[in-house]
Protein backbone atom coordinates (compact mmCIF):
# COMPACT_ATOMS: atom_id res chain seq x y z
CA UNK A 1 0.00 0.00 0.00
CA UNK A 2 1.42 3.36 -0.92
CA UNK A 3 0.22 6.58 0.34
CA UNK A 4 2.11 9.37 -2.07
CA UNK A 5 -0.10 12.07 -0.77
CA UNK A 6 1.74 11.71 2.79
CA UNK A 7 5.07 10.22 1.35
CA UNK A 8 6.44 13.64 0.83
CA UNK A 9 5.19 15.13 4.14
CA UNK A 10 6.24 11.89 6.07
CA UNK A 11 10.33 11.07 4.71
CA UNK A 12 12.28 14.39 4.08
CA UNK A 13 11.89 13.95 0.66
CA UNK A 14 14.04 16.85 -1.34
CA UNK A 15 10.62 17.98 -2.65
CA UNK A 16 9.69 19.23 0.62
CA UNK A 17 11.33 21.24 3.33
CA UNK A 18 10.47 20.51 6.37
CA UNK A 19 11.73 22.28 9.43
CA UNK A 20 13.94 19.93 11.81
CA UNK A 21 12.03 20.15 14.99
CA UNK A 22 8.57 20.30 12.96
CA UNK A 23 6.41 17.02 14.49
CA UNK A 24 5.98 13.91 11.86
CA UNK A 25 1.88 13.73 10.61
CA UNK A 26 0.08 11.85 13.03
CA UNK A 27 -0.56 9.92 10.11
CA UNK A 28 3.20 7.90 10.25
CA UNK A 29 2.06 6.60 13.59
CA UNK A 30 -1.04 5.28 11.90
CA UNK A 31 0.51 3.91 9.10
CA UNK A 32 2.89 1.92 11.41
CA UNK A 33 0.75 0.80 14.00
CA UNK A 34 0.00 -2.67 13.26
CA UNK A 35 3.90 -3.10 12.63
CA UNK A 36 5.57 -5.73 15.07
CA UNK A 37 8.71 -6.95 13.07
CA UNK A 38 11.48 -4.31 12.09
CA UNK A 39 13.62 -4.97 9.76
CA UNK A 40 17.01 -3.49 8.62
CA UNK A 41 19.47 -3.56 5.64
CA UNK A 42 23.08 -3.21 7.10
CA UNK A 43 25.23 -1.34 4.75
CA UNK A 44 24.41 2.25 3.91
CA UNK A 45 21.15 2.04 5.97
CA UNK A 46 22.44 1.93 10.05
CA UNK A 47 25.32 3.73 9.11
CA UNK A 48 26.33 6.88 6.99
CA UNK A 49 26.13 6.55 3.55
CA UNK A 50 29.46 8.90 3.65
CA UNK A 51 30.94 6.65 5.98
CA UNK A 52 33.83 5.16 4.51
CA UNK A 53 33.14 1.53 5.71
CA UNK A 54 31.37 0.28 2.47
CA UNK A 55 33.98 1.90 0.02
CA UNK A 56 36.58 -0.30 2.48
CA UNK A 57 34.58 -3.31 1.32
CA UNK A 58 34.59 -2.70 -2.13
CA UNK A 59 38.83 -2.05 -2.31
CA UNK A 60 38.91 -5.50 -0.43
CA UNK A 61 36.22 -7.28 -3.38
CA UNK A 62 38.66 -5.26 -5.86
CA UNK A 63 41.60 -6.77 -4.40
CA UNK A 64 40.15 -10.50 -4.14
CA UNK A 65 39.10 -9.79 -7.93
CA UNK A 66 43.10 -9.00 -8.49
CA UNK A 67 44.31 -11.49 -6.77
CA UNK A 68 42.54 -14.29 -8.13
CA UNK A 69 42.29 -13.47 -11.73
CA UNK A 70 45.78 -11.48 -12.00
CA UNK A 71 44.18 -8.30 -13.12
CA UNK A 72 45.29 -4.65 -12.40
CA UNK A 73 42.76 -2.82 -10.46
CA UNK A 74 41.29 -1.05 -12.99
CA UNK A 75 39.95 -4.64 -14.53
CA UNK A 76 39.36 -5.96 -11.96
CA UNK A 77 36.79 -3.06 -10.42
CA UNK A 78 35.24 -3.55 -14.34
CA UNK A 79 35.05 -7.34 -13.57
CA UNK A 80 33.52 -6.18 -9.86
CA UNK A 81 30.87 -3.86 -11.10
CA UNK A 82 29.31 -5.99 -13.89
CA UNK A 83 29.16 -8.98 -11.59
CA UNK A 84 27.57 -6.77 -9.19
CA UNK A 85 24.89 -5.10 -11.39
CA UNK A 86 24.24 -8.62 -13.24
CA UNK A 87 24.29 -10.54 -9.81
CA UNK A 88 23.36 -8.44 -6.95
CA UNK A 89 27.07 -9.40 -5.31
CA UNK A 90 29.84 -10.33 -6.86
CA UNK A 91 29.87 -13.40 -4.64
CA UNK A 92 27.22 -14.77 -6.49
CA UNK A 93 29.08 -13.80 -9.75
CA UNK A 94 31.83 -15.53 -9.02
CA UNK A 95 29.57 -18.37 -7.34
CA UNK A 96 28.18 -18.93 -10.82
CA UNK A 97 30.68 -18.26 -13.30
CA UNK A 98 33.76 -19.87 -11.08
CA UNK A 99 34.15 -21.99 -8.31
CA UNK A 100 35.54 -19.92 -5.45
CA UNK A 101 35.15 -20.48 -1.48
CA UNK A 102 32.12 -18.18 -0.16
CA UNK A 103 33.91 -18.42 3.80
CA UNK A 104 36.99 -17.32 2.41
CA UNK A 105 35.46 -14.29 0.10
CA UNK A 106 33.36 -13.32 2.96
CA UNK A 107 35.85 -13.55 5.25
CA UNK A 108 38.67 -11.52 2.81
CA UNK A 109 35.98 -8.22 1.85
CA UNK A 110 34.51 -8.15 5.48
CA UNK A 111 38.26 -7.84 7.12
CA UNK A 112 38.16 -4.00 7.33
CA UNK A 113 38.76 -1.67 9.82
CA UNK A 114 35.94 -0.07 11.65
CA UNK A 115 37.13 2.16 14.15
CA UNK A 116 35.80 5.00 11.62
CA UNK A 117 32.43 4.38 12.73
CA UNK A 118 31.32 6.02 15.86
CA UNK A 119 28.78 4.96 18.24
CA UNK A 120 25.06 6.08 17.28
CA UNK A 121 23.59 6.66 20.12
CA UNK A 122 20.45 9.19 18.84
CA UNK A 123 19.96 5.51 16.45
CA UNK A 124 20.37 3.53 19.73
CA UNK A 125 17.98 4.78 21.17
CA UNK A 126 15.16 5.31 18.19
CA UNK A 127 15.75 1.75 17.47
CA UNK A 128 15.08 0.60 21.61
CA UNK A 129 11.60 2.32 21.17
CA UNK A 130 10.50 0.59 18.54
CA UNK A 131 7.75 -2.05 19.54
CA UNK A 132 8.51 -5.56 18.92
CA UNK A 133 11.09 -7.73 16.86
CA UNK A 134 14.27 -6.22 15.08
CA UNK A 135 15.92 -8.00 12.71
CA UNK A 136 19.26 -7.34 10.41
CA UNK A 137 18.63 -8.32 7.03
CA UNK A 138 21.91 -8.24 4.58
CA UNK A 139 23.73 -8.95 1.65
CA UNK A 140 26.75 -8.98 3.94
CA UNK A 141 28.16 -11.47 6.53
CA UNK A 142 26.67 -12.09 9.87
CA UNK A 143 30.38 -12.22 11.47
CA UNK A 144 30.47 -8.22 8.98
CA UNK A 145 26.52 -7.17 10.62
CA UNK A 146 27.86 -8.10 14.26
CA UNK A 147 30.82 -6.40 14.30
CA UNK A 148 29.91 -2.97 12.39
CA UNK A 149 26.60 -2.73 14.35
CA UNK A 150 28.70 -3.86 17.77
CA UNK A 151 30.50 -1.04 16.53
CA UNK A 152 27.68 1.52 16.27
CA UNK A 153 26.56 0.69 20.14
CA UNK A 154 23.19 -0.97 18.68
CA UNK A 155 23.90 -4.92 18.26
CA UNK A 156 22.10 -5.79 21.79
CA UNK A 157 18.68 -4.41 19.84
CA UNK A 158 18.25 -6.93 17.56
CA UNK A 159 17.23 -10.53 17.99
CA UNK A 160 18.86 -12.26 15.09
CA UNK A 161 21.01 -11.35 11.79
CA UNK A 162 19.95 -13.29 8.43
CA UNK A 163 22.95 -13.00 5.93
CA UNK A 164 24.03 -14.10 2.85
CA UNK A 165 24.84 -17.53 4.09
CA UNK A 166 21.46 -17.77 5.97
CA UNK A 167 20.05 -16.80 2.38
CA UNK A 168 21.68 -19.89 0.53
CA UNK A 169 24.61 -17.03 -0.86
CA UNK A 170 21.48 -15.77 -2.81
CA UNK A 171 21.10 -12.03 -2.31
CA UNK A 172 18.62 -9.60 -2.18
CA UNK A 173 16.57 -8.32 -4.26
CA UNK A 174 15.88 -12.34 -5.59
CA UNK A 175 12.33 -13.31 -4.21
CA UNK A 176 13.21 -15.98 -2.79
CA UNK A 177 15.15 -14.92 -0.36
CA UNK A 178 12.71 -13.08 1.37
CA UNK A 179 10.84 -15.78 1.60
CA UNK A 180 13.59 -17.82 3.52
CA UNK A 181 13.92 -14.77 5.65
CA UNK A 182 10.48 -14.50 6.43
CA UNK A 183 10.23 -18.42 7.04
CA UNK A 184 13.22 -18.64 9.29
CA UNK A 185 12.23 -15.76 11.65
CA UNK A 186 8.71 -16.27 11.74
CA UNK A 187 8.25 -12.72 10.01
CA UNK A 188 4.56 -12.09 8.84
CA UNK A 189 5.25 -9.50 6.42
CA UNK A 190 2.21 -7.66 6.53
CA UNK A 191 2.92 -6.99 10.10
CA UNK A 192 6.35 -5.74 9.43
CA UNK A 193 8.99 -2.92 7.91
CA UNK A 194 11.79 -2.60 6.13
CA UNK A 195 14.46 -0.19 5.59
CA UNK A 196 17.09 -0.27 3.02
CA UNK A 197 19.18 2.22 1.00
CA UNK A 198 18.94 0.24 -2.18
CA UNK A 199 15.43 1.16 -4.13
CA UNK A 200 15.28 -2.32 -6.08
CA UNK A 201 15.36 -4.01 -2.46
CA UNK A 202 12.53 -3.05 -1.27
CA UNK A 203 10.08 -3.85 -4.22
CA UNK A 204 9.28 -7.81 -3.26
CA UNK A 205 8.73 -6.17 0.79
CA UNK A 206 6.14 -3.98 -0.62
CA UNK A 207 4.71 -7.17 -2.84
CA UNK A 208 4.29 -8.83 0.15
CA UNK A 209 3.10 -6.24 2.36
CA UNK A 210 5.61 -4.82 3.71
CA UNK A 211 6.18 -1.10 4.83
CA UNK A 212 8.69 0.43 2.88
CA UNK A 213 11.26 3.25 3.71
CA UNK A 214 14.21 3.92 1.09
CA UNK A 215 17.09 5.38 3.63
CA UNK A 216 18.75 8.09 1.45
CA UNK A 217 21.75 10.04 1.28
CA UNK A 218 20.70 13.93 3.10
CA UNK A 219 21.37 16.87 0.36
CA UNK A 220 24.98 17.19 -0.66
CA UNK A 221 26.25 14.47 1.28
CA UNK A 222 28.49 12.54 -0.46
CA UNK A 223 27.22 8.93 -2.26
CA UNK A 224 29.54 6.13 -3.42
CA UNK A 225 27.15 4.30 -4.56
CA UNK A 226 26.57 3.17 -8.22
CA UNK A 227 23.90 5.63 -9.90
CA UNK A 228 21.61 2.40 -10.82
CA UNK A 229 21.68 1.95 -7.09
CA UNK A 230 20.21 5.70 -6.44
CA UNK A 231 16.86 6.32 -6.67
CA UNK A 232 16.10 9.37 -8.84
CA UNK A 233 12.48 9.59 -7.53
CA UNK A 234 10.52 7.34 -5.30
CA UNK A 235 8.56 4.76 -6.93
CA UNK A 236 5.63 3.49 -5.95
CA UNK A 237 6.98 0.43 -3.96
CA UNK A 238 8.50 3.14 -1.57
CA UNK A 239 6.09 4.17 1.33
CA UNK A 240 8.32 6.61 2.34
CA UNK A 241 12.29 8.11 2.02
CA UNK A 242 13.81 9.50 4.68
CA UNK A 243 17.42 10.93 5.07
CA UNK A 244 17.53 10.92 8.74
CA UNK A 245 16.93 7.12 9.88
CA UNK A 246 16.86 8.15 13.57
CA UNK A 247 14.66 11.18 13.46
CA UNK A 248 12.24 8.82 11.35
CA UNK A 249 12.17 5.90 13.47
CA UNK A 250 11.33 8.51 16.32
CA UNK A 251 8.61 9.82 14.49
CA UNK A 252 6.78 6.66 14.13
CA UNK A 253 6.53 5.85 17.39
CA UNK A 254 5.40 9.55 18.23
CA UNK A 255 8.30 10.77 19.77
CA UNK A 256 8.79 13.69 17.56
MG1 LIG B 1 22.57 -1.38 1.92
Known amino acids: MTEPADKDAAGNHDAVAIPDDAPLPRTIVEHFAHVDTWVFDLDNTLYPIDSDLWPKIDARITLFLSQMFGLDGMSSMALQKYYYRKYGTTLQGLMLEHRISSDEYLDFVHDIDRTSLVPNHTLAEAIAALPGRRLIFTNGSRDH ?4 AKQL ?26 A ?10 ARSAMFEDIVRNLEVPHQRGMRTTLVVPKPGQFDHREPWEVAQEAPAHVDYVTDDLAGFL ?4 GEV
Open 250 to 253: RGIV
Open 153 to 178: GIDHMFEDVFDIVAGDLTPKPDPNVY
Open 180 to 189: RFFDKHGVDP
Open 145 to 148: AIKT
